[in-house]
């Protein structure tokens, strides 16, 4: 598919409520270079451009609107298949993510991260300790989708205790992290928590993020329930 076709494809698949609805979830920026076009379709979408010259796409493909940026982190995540061959391509991605959307669909889509652990976990790490927003909340979303279990669990909530960005979404998405590697590992993450450095605000939403989980036990809610701590 050529630039023009996807983006005549992309206007004819907009749906102007679902625009209207999506857009008010989002940062103004974003929000404004919105069409209205479903998850779902992207998908499809980028699965054709991935079974062509999809690098000559993400060389190409235009920033003007939300769903071309979002459309340009779903092809890297299908289409790039080692480290090798995925880690430029989210390089060159990555200062383009300026709002949560974009940022968690891309890192749920780096499958190579599930191939190849242990390459993904070295090039991830440093992203958590990144002071600007959307490096340190694309860090703790790759950590929660892809490296929540044993092995990784002390090391993550140490990176995530550690975080330097201050700014909202980034602090979001470690309390996500945090009460994700909870239910995977709900010992190492409950002796996690009793020492834990994180803000009071993080701190409580990862709580009530456990609180809210349908994957956490009733004994285990009624613990985290009066684990947190009281404005001071």
């Not at 990144?130 to 002390?154: I, K, Q, W």
């Amino acid at each position: 598919m050529t630039i023009p076709e996807i983006e005549e494809e992309l206007q004819c698949m907009a749906e102007p409520k679902y625009r209207d609805f999506s857009s008010r979830l989002l940062p103004q920026a974003a929000a404004e270079g919105m069409l209205g076009v479903r998850l779902p379709k992207l998908r499809q979408m980028a699965g054709k451009i991935s079974k062509g010259d999809w690098q000559a796409f993400l060389q190409t493909c235009p920033d003007r609107w939300f769903e071309e940026i979002m459309l340009q982190g779903m092809v890297i995540g299908r289409a790039a298949k080692t480290p090798e061959e995925a880690i430029p391509w989210i390089q060159q991605f990555l200062p383009k993510i300026d709002n949560w959307s974009i940022c968690d669909s891309f890192c749920v889509g780096l499958k190579v991260a599930n191939r190849y652990p242990q390459q993904m976990w070295r090039f991830v790490t440093p992203y958590v300790r990144s002071e600007r927003e959307y490096f340190a909340r694309f860090g703790a979303v790759m950590l929660l989708d892809h490296f929540a279990a044993p092995e990784y669990a002390g090391k993550a909530l140490q990176l995530l205790d550690n975080m330097r960005s201050t700014a909202y979404y980034a602090g979001m998405a470690a309390a996500w992290a945090v009460s994700v590697f909870y239910v995977h590992c709900p010992e190492i993450t409950g002796e996690y928590l009793r020492h834990s450095h994180l803000s009071d605000a993080v701190y409580n939403q990862a709580l009530q993020k456990i609180i809210e989980s349908r994957r956490a036990t009733p004994e285990q809610k009624t613990a985290v329930r009066a684990m947190k701590r009281k404005p001071r």
